[in-house]
């Protein structure tokens, strides 16, 4: 039955989703802003060409990591304003 060809989804986290993206200081690489916006398109670029060539698993998996990236660098900005405010406030 054509149901049985349907590869099962692999619902284990990964080990960089595994990493509380919450917690900035818990990684051990410094990660700049540019260098967050550069994955972050490049996961977008992956996930449209997935989705071009029908591959929606591959697009759903660009997809958490475009949606990681974006909460990392949210976080990593409203740290950063955070910094300044008490600097300057």
């Known amino acids: 039955m054509w149901l049985e060809k349907i590869p099962p ?12 993206s919450t917690d900035v200081s818990s990684t051990d690489v410094s990660v700049t802003v540019a260098e967050l916006k550069n994955q972050r398109a490049t996961a977008i670029q992956k996930m449209v060409a997935s989705i071009a060539t029908h591959d929606f698993i591959s697009a759903r998996r660009y997809s958490y990591e475009e949606t990681r990236l974006a909460n990392l660098l949210q976080n990593l900005q409203n740290e950063k304003s955070v910094g300044q405010c008490e600097i300057f406030c």
């Open 9 to 20: 989804i692999d619902r284990q986290p990964s080990q960089s989703a595994a990493v509380d």
